[in-house]
């Protein structure tokens, strides 16, 4: 499969790379080309490092590139990114690409993590990325609470359930495939694309509760990456 990675030159766009590249050919996108290849040509080199052998590849290219070649699209953007960048590249996308938000509407304040789209009235990040859509069913949600620190590190086991919604279900196994390729991670399918509020709702609930409760939570979370967004 191919997989492009809008964002991929961050964190979390590293990790998916390095998780996947050894089945997958990895499209690792950017604004600027130059700095996509420089990223995909690291992630390779440790790749390399770390299994040996592998039988995909990682790619550079720029984002317009990368919406129209891929299979799968990640969209590991800022919530406040997604107009300005899914309304240039969503439109690109092949009719049979399934598009994978890890998108959250998300803000760190002095009480904590709070949801942007309650506390200020704002649209969820699924249906503001779906309205640029032609096929809206082919839009998946998931892996919206996982440690960009742990997931950068190759050789480091994960241990995460990953809510999954979307409405057209070969598109959502195509999703839980993906998932489970990563070994530590188990999908949870919860319903259609209008339940995707609740995994974006629920997730600085969980952070809030993981930060008060776990007692390396501040290590495991002092480099979080929600959808393109540290925290």
């Avoid at 790379?17 to 050894?22: D, G, S």
């Avoid at 530590?184 to 008060?212: D, F, H, Q, W």
């Amino acid at each position: 499969m191919k997989i492009g990675i809008i964002g991929g030159t961050g964190g979390m766009g590293k990790g998916f790379a390095l998780r996947w590249c050894k089945k997958h050919e990895i499209i690792i996108g950017s604004r600027d080309a130059e700095r996509a290849i420089s990223a995909a040509n690291e992630y390779s080199d440790l790749a390399k490092d770390t299994y040996g052998n592998i039988d995909g590849k990682i790619l550079g290219k720029d984002n317009i590139s990368v919406a129209k070649e891929s299979e799968i699209l990640i969209l590991s953007i800022p919530y406040q990114n997604i107009d300005s960048i899914c309304s240039q590249l969503l439109p690109e996308i092949s009719n049979e690409c399934v598009v994978i938000s890890p998108i959250v509407p998300m803000t760190k304040t002095d009480v904590g993590f709070e949801c942007i789209s309650i506390k200020e009235n704002k649209p969820f990040s699924h249906q503001t990325v779906e309205k640029y859509m032609s096929d809206k069913t082919k839009l998946v949600s998931a892996f919206h609470v996982i440690s960009e620190k742990k997931l950068v590190n190759p050789t480091l086991s994960l241990d995460y359930d990953i809510f999954v919604v979307g409405d057209d279900m070969n598109s959502v196994k195509v999703v839980n495939d993906l998932i489970n390729e990563i070994e530590g991670l188990r999908p949870i399918y919860l319903g259609g694309g209008k339940l995707s509020y609740l995994v974006e709702m629920s997730t600085p609930l969980l952070l809030n509760a993981c930060l008060l409760y776990t007692s390396d939570a501040a290590d495991e979370r002092s480099s979080v990456d929600l959808g393109g967004r540290r925290i």
